[in-house]
């Protein structure tokens, strides 16, 4: 999510400042918790990389199927990779397998991968009902922020749920991960989700965007645990972008006040990528975040 993606940082900077202003203000003792406030910063970093990392195999898991058009085999690839194969299951699901391969390699969206993602699908991503499970097999992936390679595991189920109630031009699609991991520098960060996501579809995939509310849960490689909610104003994320755009985000990082995320924030309405939000912490006047 973009969220989280060139936001992370200044936003935990930002964030640190705020509260030791606040506690040079008021002065308040140093707290007894075992978790300090670094940790719980630690952990908002690590939630805002892991979440875009699910985000992304979302994304080019429904292109893979929809490539395939679910024939019986089919392989393609630049230079061998990937190789992508589909077989028909006997009961009515098709297995699509995509090998990256044993090197990272540049996809589409500007994402490098290596290893084997394979999806148990019962249609293509873009036909109402359809259901992908999504399994991971020594499967790595790398953004372009941090510079750091991600080991994935977990499952990651995605329905295919329909035309939007308030706009049938739009589509749904629940996702959920259960038991989602991210390994990174021998760090394990524990990663859950139920969200929805509506998409916007353009004939140019960078001009997708993507409308998402929910939950996020999770554990930092510190034990500290997390919970993200979009639930009133839906986050929308912009493909090409790779943050979001709108929508608000609530958060709640043990160690810290609950607080907000505006990403409606702009100074400049002309900007397709706006890299500004706004932070909303108790007891803080807003500061704006650059990205």
């Given at each position: 999510?973009?969220?989280?993606?060139?936001?992370?940082?200044?936003?935990?900077?930002?964030?640190?400042?705020?509260?030791?202003?606040?506690?040079?203000?008021?002065?308040d003792p140093k707290p007894t918790d075992p978790v300090t406030t670094e940790k719980a910063f630690t952990a908002l970093k690590e939630f805002a990389e892991t979440g875009?990392?699910?985000t992304a195999t979302m994304s080019?898991?429904?292109?893979?199927?929809?490539?395939?058009?679910?024939?019986?085999?089919?392989?393609?690839?630049?230079?061998?990779?990937?190789?992508?194969?589909?077989?028909?299951?006997?009961d009515g699901t098709w297995l699509v397998t995509c090998n990256y391969g044993p090197t990272l390699i540049l996809c589409d969206d500007g994402y490098l991968r290596r290893g084997v993602v394979n999806i148990l699908t019962t249609g293509l991503f873009i036909t109402t009902g359809t259901v992908m499970t999504v399994t991971f097999d020594n499967f790595y992936q790398k953004g372009d922020w941090p510079a750091l390679e991600y080991k994935i595991d977990g499952t990651q189920i995605i329905t295919?749920?329909?035309?939007?109630?308030?706009?049938?031009?739009?589509?749904?699609?629940?996702?959920?991960v259960v038991d989602g991991t991210i390994t990174y520098n021998t760090k394990e960060v524990h990663y859950s989700e139920t969200t929805t996501r509506t998409l916007a579809s353009s004939v140019e995939l960078c001009q997708n965007n993507?409308?998402?509310?929910?939950?996020?849960?999770?554990?930092?490689?510190d034990n500290v645990p997390y919970t993200l909610k979009a639930d009133q104003t839906p986050l929308r994320y912009r493909v090409c972008c790779h943050f979001f755009q709108d929508g608000i985000l609530k958060i709640d990082v043990e160690g810290l006040s609950p607080?907000?995320?505006?990403?409606?924030?702009?100074?400049?309405?002309?900007?397709?990528?706006?890299?500004?939000?706004?932070?909303?912490?108790?007891g803080i006047s807003p500061i704006v975040i650059d990205m």
């Open positions: 999510m973009k969220v989280f993606k060139k936001s992370s940082l200044l936003l935990l900077v930002g964030l640190a400042t705020l509260v030791a202003c606040n506690k040079d203000t008021k002065d875009n990392q699910f080019e898991s429904g292109g893979i199927v929809d490539n395939t058009g679910l024939e019986p085999t089919r392989l393609y690839g630049t230079r061998s990779f990937p190789i992508v194969s589909c077989e028909a299951q006997g295919n749920a329909g035309a939007n109630t308030n706009d049938p031009g739009m589509t749904d699609y629940t996702v959920e993507w409308y998402i509310t929910g939950e996020w849960n999770g554990v930092s490689s607080f907000l995320i505006d990403y409606g924030y702009t100074e400049d309405e002309s900007d397709e990528c706006d890299r500004k939000a706004r932070l909303y912490y108790p």
